[in-house]
């Protein structure tokens, strides 16, 4: 049986310490810098919050968190495959490298899942690594027909 906890204010700082960890998956690295600073000050704001949620596993030996799933509700305007408009994203699932494949995140992403679906949420979206994408895809995740498109802003 893993242990997961529903996170909160103080594990804001090892929840970026990790998210640097997806970033390196990703995109190969991720500098620590002023990103970092605020997206902790972001989640000791609204964890716990009615609309945001992280699951964690600590590590066994003690020590800080080993491995989390971030995610956060948004409200669309509803529509006919999605009558309440309740929409989850899923931020950040990653595992420090010297514990994985000990099921933690899958224990973190099926803790998430519940509690979208205890909150309502219709759809829950994500991006997937290359690593990421197994584990996903055995929690229901499927590929989308959409094509994902994004504009930054040209500040």
Wanted: charged share 30%; hydrophobic share 40%.
């Amino acid at each position: 049986m893993i242990d997961v906890r529903r996170a909160g204010p103080d594990d804001a700082d090892e929840l970026m310490t990790l998210r640097t960890v997806l970033m390196g998956a990703l995109w190969g690295s991720a500098d620590a810098g002023a990103w970092m600073t605020s997206g902790a000050d972001l989640l000791r704001a609204r964890l716990p919050g009615s609309r945001m949620a992280a699951f964690v596993v600590d590590r066994p030996a003690g020590g800080g968190i080993a491995a989390c799933a971030v995610g956060e509700i948004d409200q669309r305007l509803p529509g006919p495959r999605d009558p309440t408009g309740l929409r989850g994203y899923i931020y950040n699932v990653a595992t420090l490298e010297d514990h994985r494949r000990r099921g933690y995140s899958r224990a973190c992403m099926e803790a998430l899942l519940r509690w979208f679906d205890e909150e309502g949420v219709g759809a829950v979206d994500l991006r997937a690594s290359p690593d990421g994408e197994k584990l996903y895809t055995a929690l229901g995740f499927r590929r989308t027909e959409h094509p994902h498109m994004r504009r930054h802003s040209p500040r």
